[in-house]
């Protein structure tokens, strides 16, 4: 299975900006990568998706707020949050979805945003 190791992330004020990158073990070319958000006691929700020839999918409430972009050839993927509301603190975690379908999962991070 894929390891995955995300950086970035922590506190910002409301209106700032974060950006969140997860890099993995081995080849992300033909994989699906993504974002999902989880707060306390609360399932964990698809925030953002980029699939292998590069289209994306957004949640809707951060559609026009956060952008997820990846660089294959560091195997990297990146999640860029602006214009950042209370609302979208979480533990964010990147998944890895291979041709199999198999999901790897990396360590979360934590987001918080508040004044």
């Known amino acids: 299975q894929v390891q995955l190791v995300e950086s970035g992330g922590g506190l910002v004020h409301p209106g700032g900006s974060l950006r969140l990158s997860c890099a993995a073990s081995d080849s992300i070319d033909i994989a699906s990568m993504g974002w999902y958000g989880q707060a306390p006691g609360k399932e964990r929700d698809l925030i953002a998706r980029?699939?292998?020839?590069?289209?994306?999918w957004y949640e809707d409430s951060v559609k026009g707020r956060f952008t997820i972009s990846r660089e294959n050839g560091k195997n990297t993927v990146y999640l860029q949050m602006d214009s950042l509301k209370p609302e979208d603190t979480d533990v964010y975690y990147c998944?890895?979805?291979?041709?199999?379908?198999?999901?790897?999962w990396g360590q979360g991070r934590q987001v918080t945003v508040s004044a």
């Open positions: 998944v890895l979805v291979d041709e199999a379908a198999q999901m790897s």
């Open positions: 980029i699939f292998n020839r590069g289209s994306t």
